[in-house]
């Protein structure tokens, strides 16, 4: 189930008087409390006086199951009523259960209206998925000017994952100029920002040397923090780097466990994740083999899989 943010705003925000619309700010606090019957009572009759923040606490309490039973049909219900007054929050959530079909039927095209309805507002969430609607042409005509327009508005306001997108875009020539160096920028501030994929392209760029110099030991540093969070395609990456010993020493065992993880990851091309550990079992003893797989099964479970990893390579290069 989604988990979505609930901002309970404060009383100040709205251009209302406090007596017109007592008994918010003892919801709120009650909310804030863990008390959500309370906020329960208070919030239900001022959204059905046309409340706009009560109405959106009262969507998100209802996605979240706080104090009520889980039910995204009233989760929705809710959020179209503050949706329409301008709300871009529940614009942006609106947008994302049409386009999965949660607690409404799935509808491309509506999910594309909530989207634009936000975006229009500056919302960087909701311009990203509405690039993402204009890339793929789901619910409008598939257009990769649109997409990287919105893109680049969200990334500009720092968004990562369009920031990493336009980066994608450049690095494809889709609706710009194919340009490895374009790409690098923006793969760089995506993956400051601790961006998996942001992250494992710019690695991609450094160990090909396109769009920047070529730099083995910089593609390791950035392909082991997107380990670090569990990306397959990371994985496969620095499995590889470690199979051929580049910029690292060589070490079958390593890059056995790295690849093992990424093909039980589902990583972008999973087969060749699989026949490069198989070519590299082929070679290993049966012993190698259940040590990197024992390897793989204590990462997969592990907060910081790096550190499982480097261990393991100190206590084999000590014995």
């Known amino acids: 189930m989604r988990k979505f943010p609930l901002a309970l705003a404060a009383l100040s925000i709205f251009c209302v008087s406090q007596a017109a619309w007592s008994g918010f700010p003892e919801g709120a606090a009650a909310y804030q ?19 706009a923040q009560a109405q959106y606490n009262l969507g998100m309490m209802y996605a979240l199951g706080n104090g009520v ?13 503050v949706g329409k007054q301008g709300n871009a929050d529940a614009q942006v959530h609106l947008g994302s259960m049409y386009s999965h079909g949660e607690g409404v039927p799935k509808d ?20 990203y998925n509405l690039g993402i609607v204009y890339s793929l042409g789901n619910g409008v005509p598939q257009n990769d000017k649109e997409a990287i327009k919105w893109f680049g508005l ?3 306001q720092g968004y990562a994952d369009a920031q990493h997108r336009l980066g994608l875009m450049h690095s494809l020539g889709r609706a710009v100029p194919q340009n490895d160096k374009e790409a690098a920028k923006w793969y760089v501030l995506a993956a400051d920002q601790g961006h998996a994929g942001g992250q494992t392209q710019l690695g991609l760029l450094y160990y090909h040397g396109s769009g920047v110099l070529q730099d083995y030991q910089e593609a390791a540093k950035w392909f082991s923090l ?94």
Do not use: C
Not at 114 to 121: I, M, T, V
């Open 69 to 81: 039973p889980q039910d995204l049909k009233e989760t929705a219900k809710w959020f179209k009523l």
């Open 226 to 319: 997107a380990v670090d969070q569990g990306y397959a395609d990371a994985q496969q990456l620095l499995g590889i780097m470690y199979a051929n010993g580049e910029s690292v020493e060589k070490n079958p065992l390593a890059a056995y466990a790295l690849l093992n993880l990424a093909a039980a990851n589902d990583s972008a091309d999973v087969h060749q994740a699989m026949e490069i550990r198989d070519a590299l079992a082929a070679k290993m003893t049966g012993k190698e083999i259940e040590t990197g797989q024992a390897l793989s099964r204590e990462m997969a479970k592990s907060q910081s899989p790096l550190k499982i990893l480097h261990q393991q390579i100190k206590k084999t290069a000590a014995q």
């Open 33 to 51: 409390k863990g008390e959500y019957a309370i906020a329960l009572k208070e919030f239900l009759p001022l959204a059905n006086q046309g409340h």
């Open 154 to 156: 969200a990334a500009d």
């Open 108 to 127: 491309y095209k509506e999910a594309a209206k909530w989207f634009h309805l936000a975006a229009d507002q500056g919302s960087a969430n909701a311009q």
